[in-house]
């Protein structure tokens, strides 16, 4: 419920609190003076788009602040503070920032939070009816949303059924009609895979077999530079012709150092240290002549070692930058092949879970069709009552529902995507089930049936949509009701009667009703006044609560259009003790 309203800056509104409660309260105003911002700041409050036009001239933005009370509405807490939010003393502050500049800000408990959390907490709070709601009521979707949440569980465990398997089967149909219509691409595709995976095993390249050629045809290549190079290494490091050598220079060197020896132990351990260098030396120059004959000259490796590299090399160009690379081009490939390999079988899969998923399907909508029909009896009755009840004795609804039947496809077993057979019988189906539903309306004895978009008038929908609201309150039940002038192009008896009516459906719930009809106005709890002042610059409006006194002049004033007349205050009164009594 909530608790109180603070508008800032909105449209004609300064700054005003409205302070609400349970049951009912009426907003009336002269034409003008800023009724609908009261609906318009609630609707900010359930994250409706917000329009830079509607902050006051001169201000920097208009702000709208909501209390609303969290003990009966479960969940709220904790969806605030998942929100990042605080619920302080069971009650939460919902916030709407809108600046000239038409950026928007939204607030739950104190935390800055998207427009659409704030709309997604506070859209189970509020329901907010206008005129352009009796339009909305033509539509046949509406229709069927009201129709479904009348018949409760009964049809949303079937309907919520009957989407999931709906989701599944647009998805399976629109995957096998893909698998079908690139048939012929997969085939294609399969056989230029085949042909890279054949190539690459015909030369069965070895991981990291590219760099170990190369190395080795740059060796074969340069064989006799690498032997000669060795060769002339080995004989200036220990030569066989008593030339001058490393190993003769480095024992040269020991020989000096051992004959000082005795003279200064520094000396004979340089001598060790040269000592140990000569062995070094003696093992390098080993190592160098092996180097040197083990060096391969074999014309036909190097070319073998060519020709082998050249086929790898034909691989590379095409599957990838190296041995490595191609081996997982081939890997990849041998997979997809597998999968391609497959398209015949994932046919005949997605072929049969289409036709298990449409019986299921046609079983779900056949049980939400029945739910549907069940409630559609119990909803044209209770709505007939309601009507009887607002001044509308000889009215009587009906609601149809029905399935638009669709020729048998030339072929059952691949039939057109939005042809469903429900028993013996093809249908079309949706997203919603195989019904369409639709409000009929005979307002007066002897009249026929009628869409409501043709057999009503303005006032007549403005109650049948009330008559409708009442009735689903019980089995939907919403903290607070906002109507907006739902009672426009209705006067006398029947406005007495929908006032009537909205008192009924306050005993139950918030009810905040914007009227321009003292009729209703006389059986709120709490009457709240927009008054209209201006210094002859700039115009601003304000809420007031009446008391007794304040209500009996305002309903004047509804009534004769000007204040101080004594007839329109005696109707007034009479009005007032006439909604008292009921």
């Given at each position: 419920?909530?608790?109180?309203?603070?508008?800032?800056?909105?449209?004609?509104?300064?700054?005003?609190?409205?302070?609400?409660?349970?049951?009912?309260?009426?907003?009336?105003?002269?034409?003008?003076?800023?009724?609908?911002?009261?609906?318009?700041?609630?609707?900010?409050?359930?994250?409706?788009?917000?329009?830079?036009?509607?902050v006051?001239?001169?201000?920097?933005?208009?702000?709208?602040?909501?209390?609303?009370?969290a003990?009966r509405?479960?969940?709220?807490?904790?969806?605030?503070?998942?929100?990042?939010?605080?619920?302080?003393?069971?009650?939460?502050?919902?916030?709407?920032?809108?600046?000239?500049?038409?950026?928007?800000?939204?607030?739950?408990?104190?935390?800055?939070?998207?427009?659409?959390?704030?709309?997604?907490?506070?859209?189970?709070?509020?329901?907010?009816?206008?005129?352009?709601?009796?339009?909305?009521?033509?539509?046949?979707?509406?229709?069927?949303?009201?129709?479904?949440?009348?018949?409760?569980?009964?049809?949303?465990?079937?309907?919520?059924?009957?989407?999931?398997?709906y989701e599944?089967?647009?998805?399976?149909?629109r995957?096998?009609?893909?698998?079908?219509?690139?048939?012929?691409?997969?085939?294609?595709?399969?056989?230029?895979?085949?042909?890279?995976?054949?190539?690459?095993?015909?030369?069965?390249?070895?991981?990291?077999?590219?760099h170990?050629?190369?190395?080795?045809?740059?060796?074969?290549?340069?064989?006799?530079?690498?032997?000669?190079?060795?060769?002339?290494?080995?004989?200036?490091?220990?030569?066989?012709?008593?030339?001058?050598?490393?190993?003769?220079?480095?024992?040269?060197?020991?020989g000096?150092?051992?004959?000082?020896?005795?003279?200064?132990?520094?000396?004979?351990?340089?001598?060790?240290?040269?000592?140990?260098?000569?062995?070094?030396?003696?093992?390098?120059?080993?190592?160098?002549?092996?180097?040197?004959?083990?060096?391969?000259?074999?014309?036909?490796?190097?070319?073998?070692?060519?020709?082998?590299?050249?086929?790898?090399?034909?691989?590379?160009?095409?599957?990838?930058?190296?041995?490595?690379?191609?081996?997982?081009?081939?890997?990849?490939?041998?997979?997809?092949?597998?999968?391609?390999?497959?398209?015949?079988?994932?046919?005949?899969?997605?072929?049969?879970?289409?036709?298990?998923?449409?019986?299921?399907?046609?079983?779900?909508?056949?049980?939400?069709?029945?739910?549907?029909?069940?409630?559609?009896?119990?909803?044209?009755?209770?709505?007939?009552?309601?009507?009887?009840?607002?001044?509308?004795?000889?009215?009587?609804?009906?609601?149809?529902?029905?399935?638009?039947?669709?020729?048998?496809?030339?072929?059952?077993?691949?039939?057109?995507?939005?042809?469903?057979?429900?028993?013996?019988?093809?249908?079309?189906?949706?997203?919603?089930?195989?019904?369409?539903?639709?409000?009929?309306?005979?307002?007066?004895?002897?009249?026929?049936?009628?869409?409501?978009?043709?057999?009503?008038?303005?006032?007549?929908?403005?109650?049948?949509?009330?008559?409708?609201?009442?009735?689903?309150?019980?089995?939907?039940?919403?903290?607070?009701?906002?109507?907006?002038?739902?009672?426009?192009?209705?006067?006398?008896?029947?406005?007495?009667?929908?006032?009537?009516?909205?008192?009924?459906?306050?005993?139950?719930?918030?009810?905040?009703?914007?009227?321009h009809?003292?009729?209703?106005?006389?059986?709120?709890?709490?009457?709240?006044?927009?008054?209209?002042?201006?210094?002859?610059?700039?115009?601003?409006?304000?809420l007031?609560?009446?008391?007794?006194?304040?209500?009996?002049?305002?309903?004047?004033?509804?009534?004769?259009?000007m204040?101080?007349?004594?007839?329109?205050?005696?109707?007034?009164?009479?009005?007032?003790?006439?909604?008292?009594?009921?």
């Amino acid at each position: 419920m909530i608790e109180e309203l603070r508008i800032s800056s909105l449209g004609v509104i300064e700054s005003s609190t409205l302070e609400l409660g349970p049951g009912f309260t009426v907003v009336t105003g002269e034409t003008g003076a800023g009724k609908t911002m009261v609906v318009t700041a609630l609707g900010l409050l359930l994250g409706g788009r917000a329009d830079s036009g509607a902050v006051r001239a001169g201000a920097r933005q208009a702000r709208v602040e909501g209390v609303v009370s969290a003990d009966r509405l479960e969940g709220l807490a904790s969806a605030v503070e998942d929100a990042g939010g605080e619920v302080e003393d069971h009650t939460v502050v919902l916030a709407r920032n809108v600046s000239a500049e038409g950026r928007s800000r939204a607030y739950v408990g104190g935390a800055g939070v998207p427009v659409a959390t704030l709309a997604e907490l506070a859209e189970p709070l509020v329901a907010v009816h206008g005129q352009s709601d009796q339009h909305r009521l033509l539509k046949a979707s509406t229709q069927r949303a009201a129709l479904d949440v009348f018949a409760g569980t009964a049809a949303a465990g079937p309907l919520e059924h009957y989407q999931q398997l709906y989701e599944r089967l647009v998805a399976t149909e629109r995957e096998l009609a893909e698998v079908v219509a690139t048939a012929r691409e997969r085939a294609r595709e399969a056989d230029l895979l085949r042909f890279g995976v054949d190539e690459i095993e015909a030369v069965a390249p070895r991981p990291g077999e590219d760099h170990e050629l190369a190395a080795e045809e740059a060796r074969l290549g340069h064989a006799d530079t690498l032997r000669t190079a060795a060769e002339q290494a080995r004989e200036a490091l220990s030569s066989d012709h008593d030339a001058p050598d490393a190993l003769g220079a480095v024992a040269a060197a020991r020989g000096q150092l051992d004959s000082v020896r005795e003279h200064d132990p520094e000396a004979g351990e340089l001598a060790d240290r040269v000592a140990e260098v000569t062995y070094l030396l003696s093992d390098l120059a080993a190592d160098v002549a092996s180097y040197a004959s083990g060096i391969d000259t074999d014309p036909a490796r190097l070319a073998g070692v060519s020709e082998r590299r050249a086929s790898l090399v034909a691989l590379t160009r095409k599957y990838g930058d190296s041995v490595d690379a191609v081996l997982a081009w081939a890997e990849q490939a041998t997979r997809r092949l597998l999968e391609l390999d497959a398209t015949d079988e994932t046919i005949e899969r997605l072929a049969a879970e289409r036709v298990t998923l449409r019986s299921a399907l046609a079983e779900a909508a056949a049980i939400l069709t029945a739910a549907r029909r069940e409630a559609a009896e119990r909803l044209s009755t209770a709505v007939t009552e309601e009507l009887a009840l607002l001044a509308m004795p000889d009215a009587r609804m009906e609601i149809q529902v029905r399935e638009r039947e669709t020729p048998a496809p030339p072929d059952a077993g691949n039939p057109p995507a939005d042809a469903l057979l429900v028993g013996d019988h093809w249908v079309r189906f949706h997203s919603h089930g195989v019904d369409e539903v639709e409000f009929l309306l005979a307002a007066n004895t002897g009249s026929e049936l009628r869409p409501l978009h043709k057999g009503a008038s303005g006032g007549e929908l403005s109650r049948v949509m009330l008559a409708v609201e009442v009735c689903l309150a019980d089995t939907h039940p919403v903290p607070t009701f906002v109507f907006d002038e739902v009672d426009a192009g209705v006067g006398g008896a029947a406005a007495v009667e929908i006032g009537r009516r909205l008192a009924a459906l306050a005993e139950h719930a918030q009810v905040l009703v914007v009227t321009h009809l003292p009729q209703v106005a006389a059986f709120a709890d709490r009457h709240v006044v927009v008054e209209k002042s201006s210094d002859g610059t700039v115009t601003s409006s304000g809420l007031t609560t009446l008391d007794d006194a304040g209500r009996e002049q305002e309903l004047s004033r509804m009534l004769a259009g000007m204040a101080g007349s004594d007839s329109a205050l005696a109707h007034a009164r009479e009005l007032l003790q006439m909604a008292r009594s009921s």
